[in-house]
């Protein structure tokens, strides 16, 4: 009698295990679909998609330097892939690359200094969703 007991609480306990486990991993696959459309940080650089047309973000960019007080050194626009170069206050090198994407999609890519500076890019970031009138995420 004790020795099924036993049977039914381990059997009880590694249900539980095995549940909690699915559990873990469902709220994980939840959490990627909700960073979907978040910033990504690679390698010093902070990229962001943006639901606009090309030419929209680029002059949002532009815009949002120059209420960052950012001076603009080089700037080129394409339909398809633009890039913007400016420098800080404090002559630190910012570049801005946008890349269009399909269904009116754009990406943009900001790096401040040589290695990054994960702040200031999302700070740049959010000036540019405040311009396209996106709302901010969480």
């Known amino acids: ?18 549940a909690a486990g699915c559990a873990a991993t469902m709220l994980m696959g939840l959490g990627g679909v909700a960073a979907l459309g978040s910033y990504k940080w690679v390698e010093g650089t902070m990229e962001k998609d943006y639901p606009k047309p090309m030419q929209e973000t680029y002059n949002a960019a532009l815009e949002a330097a120059k209420k960052l007080n950012l001076k ?21 090198a910012v570049k801005v690359d946008l890349i269009a994407r399909p269904n009116e ?19 740049y970031h ?10 901010d995420q969480p």
């Not at 626009?77 to 170069?85: G, R």
């Not at 790096?111 to 702040?119: E, P, Q, S």
């Open 126 to 135: 959010r000036q540019i969703m405040k311009i396209l009138q996106i709302p």
């Open 1 to 18: 009698m004790q020795r099924q007991w036993r049977l039914k609480l381990a059997a009880v306990l590694l249900t539980l295990t095995m």
């Open 105 to 123: 999609i754009t990406t943009v890519k900001i790096r401040f200094g040589m290695m990054g500076n994960a702040d200031w890019s999302a700070y």
């Open 72 to 92: 603009i050194t080089a700037q080129q626009y394409t339909p398809s892939q633009s890039h913007i170069e400016a420098v800080t206050q404090d002559n630190t």
